[in-house]
């Protein structure tokens, strides 16, 4: 087996069919050598057993089988700890690489002193889901998130993208930890920080030259997004923490609602949401 230049790093979790679709996509678009390093995060049955043994077969993988669901944080530090590779990307586990993905990150790295890529993420019918940056302004205490615009080719300039979907160069790593006291919730914003107050001399970016596919249940509206999928408890105890660590909050009417209206019951919150928090309050940012 050639040395890999690149490791993909995947956490699983009860996805098999998107998985498979995953390592399908890695396999059909990766033109360097690589292996990939899958951590199953505590769910496991026969057909993940049955999959994982025909993995293993191949000099490329390396299964990681842990015995409790570690969380998302945890279980990519246990990851990265294991690897050492010139490159490395950390991808979701129903996220699906496009054709030109690598070459399109690969001549960025040689012509740009830059430490991290993303792409645009679009889910499975080519809906745009994120353009996957984000930049940050600090003032008075209070962090403003904005988030980087969809553009035709090229790419931006950004403070920090998703965990999730991030391909970046082994000397970024050091600068950086997933913060698994994050449940749900604000771990890409503390990255992000991490990075920022750090003296990291590499750059992030966005390009827009390829594309990801989130193949992830698409939800109406943000409401019916939380409803169905965050538990608002852990969101208000993550952003409690937050705030402890970095002495930073949210915008006011952000704030209101994970610190506050979070601490609600879960009915009292569904029924907020469903009206409208800016509505309720009577005002207007």
Wanted: hydrophobic letters at 35%; aromatic letters at 16%; proline letters at 4%.
């Amino acid at each position: 087996m050639t040395k890999p230049e690149l490791t993909y790093c995947i956490l699983h979790y009860n996805k098999l069919d998107k998985l498979k679709n995953t390592i399908r996509h890695i396999e059909k678009n990766t033109p360097i050598p690589y292996q990939v390093y899958i951590w199953n995060n505590g769910f496991i049955d026969r057909e993940i057993v049955k999959y994982f043994k025909r993995l293993e077969n191949k000099p490329e993988y390396r299964i990681i089988y842990c015995d409790k669901n570690l969380g998302i944080s945890l279980g990519r530090n246990m990851l990265l700890k294991l690897v050492d590779t010139k490159y490395m990307f950390v991808v979701d586990d129903d996220m699906y690489i496009s054709d030109n993905t690598i070459n399109v990150a690969l001549n960025i790295f040689k012509k740009y002193n830059i430490g991290a890529i993303s792409f645009p993420q679009y889910d499975s019918k080519m809906y745009l889901l994120s353009t996957s940056g984000l930049k940050i302004k600090i003032k008075n205490n209070i962090i403003y998130k904005y988030k980087i615009p969809l553009q035709e080719c090229g790419f931006i300039y950004c403070d920090g993208v998703p965990a999730g979907a991030m391909f970046f160069k082994r000397e970024l790593k050091k600068y950086f930890e997933y913060d698994p006291n994050y449940k749900v919730g604000f771990d890409d914003l503390d990255k992000t920080l991490q990075i920022y107050f750090s003296n990291c001399p590499y750059r992030q970016v966005v390009s827009f030259d390829s594309f990801l596919v989130h193949d992830q249940v698409k939800y109406k509206d943000k409401a019916d997004y939380l409803k169905i999928r965050r538990d608002y408890k852990e969101l208000r105890r993550s952003y409690t923490y937050f705030m402890r660590k970095w002495g930073l909050r949210l915008p006011l009417i952000d704030h209101i609602l994970y610190k506050y209206i979070y601490a609600l019951s879960s009915r009292e919150i569904v029924m907020m949401l469903n009206y409208g928090i800016r509505k309720m309050f009577r005002v207007t940012f």
